[in-house]
Nanobody
Framework: QVQLVESGGGLVQAGGSLRLSCAAS????????LGWFRQAPGKEREFVAA????????YYTDSVKGRFTISRDNAKNTVYLQMNSLKPEDTAVYYC????????????????WGQGTQVTVSS
């Protein structure tokens, strides 16, 4: 079992920044690949970014490349999502997830999920 707790969401104006955090506990050594996903109202959940165990390999969906940065601090068992130049279309509930699957970099194979944190970007 892996427990994931997100924080850092909120309301921000377009062009602003937010940093999301996700604290992991439990079998983190087995489910070491971590990702961020989001779900906007009326839409399906989509993959946003992912990072591997070491933090050296990162992947992003095209719509956030150059604006979002995923990173991790293994000493704190925490993964971050720095979001800059936010747009109204970034408004969604953001979820942290953990994977031990070989498809982790494509947004598939995630077994454990946090409760989500709301991000709202006003125009």
């Amino acid at each position: 079992q892996v427990q994931l707790v997100e924080s850092g969401g909120g309301l921000v104006q377009a062009g602003g920044s937010l940093r999301l955090s996700c604290a992991a506990s439990g079998r983190t050594s087995s489910y070491a690949n971590l990702g961020w996903f989001r779900q906007a109202p009326g839409k399906e959940r989509e993959f946003v970014a992912a990072v591997n165990r070491s933090g050296r390999n990162t992947y992003y969906t095209d719509s956030v490349k150059g604006r979002f940065t995923i990173s991790r601090d293994n000493a704190k068992n925490t993964v971050y999502l720095q979001m800059n130049s936010l747009k109204p279309e970034d408004t969604a509930v953001y979820y942290c997830a953990a994977s031990d699957d070989s498809r982790w970099s494509t947004g598939r194979g995630y077994d454990y999920w946090g409760q989500g944190t709301q991000v709202t970007v006003s125009s």
